[in-house]
């Protein structure tokens, strides 16, 4: 009888193990992202226009994935799901970056985005804006550089050595024609407060020994546009949606309804010149958009860079993702945002 106790405490003991072992394995991380096809966000209840028509019979969407840190589990079954891919964690992430400094660039990529849509949408449509800058916006600050004790990503840089700055390249062209071990008296804003400190210059191999601060900088500006325009997109980072922003701001913009009753969606970056750039993960967004009812599919047709040549294009991957999933929604190839309202126009004229 004893024995037979033993023997049950002992397998008792062993399932115990195997759970623990079991739930531990789920908190490890790996070096590696899980992304999957996410969701069809419609662009009516995000983007408001001051007087725009925000009642039109068509539709226009943006696409997004879903990105987290891989598991031993998410990474078994990425690895057997169709449209999920995994990413090794430098593809996503830079080398020493943190949370903060990589929500940071996030929310520089979006903002960045959403400016561009503005101004190509405004363009099209032939209203008025302008820039007003506040500063410059550090996004990182590089491990064992002057800066490291002193910034974080988020701040507001306003001044240096008694100037104010307002644009990145002033405040760069300033510290590099210092000498390596000079000072300067950095003024910064952090949560609403003003602090300023000093901060030793370093000489930095990779800019051939110029004197820097260590960290990323971009300019801190807002757009005032007229119309103004307000975007409500907090959950979504980077920049992919930039054409479908600008495409749902210059209908709005206009009386006419440019979407003609189709339910549109799409992905790509967007330049201040119009040009619509690739972007990651497309297969899953032609899946999330699918999914969403989505009748045509803007895809990037991007133009690739010599050492890239052998890649396919966004809009070849998107037409092979759409004929995997047996889709009959439309996959339309766009170089620059005016081929989308072309293709657009010849839709409303066609009807």
């Known amino acids: ?38 969701d ?4 009516d209840p995000i983007v408001h226009v001051d007087g725009g028509d925000e009642n039109d019979t068509g539709t226009f969407m943006l696409t997004t994935i879903r990105m987290g840190p891989a598991n031993i589990y998410s990474y078994i079954w990425a690895y057997i799901k169709d449209y999920e891919e995994i990413l090794p964690k430098e593809d996503v992430r830079y080398p020493h ?25 405004f363009d099209e449509a032939g209203k008025t804006y302008e820039w007003l800058y506040q500063g410059i916006k550090v996004l990182a600050v590089y491990p064992d550089m002057p800066a490291e004790d002193v910034l974080e990503a988020g701040d507001r840089i306003i ?14 062209d300033y510290v590099q024609s210092k000498e390596p071990g000079e000072t300067v008296t950095v003024k910064y804003e952090r949560e609403e407060k003003q602090n300023e400190a000093e901060i030793e210059l370093k000489a930095f191999a990779e800019l051939d020994g110029k004197s820097g601060l260590g960290i990323s900088l971009a300019d801190d500006r807002v757009l005032k546009s007229d119309p103004e325009v307000n975007l409500e997109a907090e959950e979504i980072g980077g920049p992919s949606a930039g054409l479908m922003f600008t495409l749902e701001i210059y209908d709005q913009l206009l009386e006419d309804d440019i979407a003609a009753g189709l339910r549109i969606a799409g992905t790509g970056t967007i330049s201040s010149d119009g040009t619509v750039g690739r972007i990651g993960g497309i297969e899953q967004k032609v899946v999330a958009a699918d999914r969403a009812g989505a009748e045509v599919f803007f895809a990037p047709d991007d133009e690739l860079p010599e050492e890239m040549k052998d890649l396919p294009t ?3 991957q998107a037409k092979k993702a759409a004929e995997d999933i047996k889709t ?5 190839p766009v170089k620059t ?4 309202v072309s293709y657009l126009s010849n839709r409303a004229v066609s009807k």
């Open 1 to 38: 009888m004893e024995g037979r106790t033993k023997v049950k405490n002992k397998r008792t003991a062993v399932t115990y193990l195997l759970l623990i072992a079991i739930i531990t394995a789920a908190f490890i991380p790996l070096p590696y992202y899980i992304t999957k096809p996410g």
């Open 40 to 43: 069809g966000h419609e662009l």
């Open 97 to 121: 970056e943190s949370d903060s400094e990589y929500n940071a660039r996030q929310v520089h990529l979006m903002d960045s985005s959403q400016q561009n849509a503005i101004t190509v949408a």
């Open 159 to 172: 001044g240096i050595d008694g100037q104010k700055v307002k644009q990145s390249k002033n405040m760069t």
């Open 314 to 316: 966004n809009y070849e």
């Open 328 to 332: 009959n929604m439309k996959i339309v």
């Open 337 to 340: 945002f005016s081929d989308a």
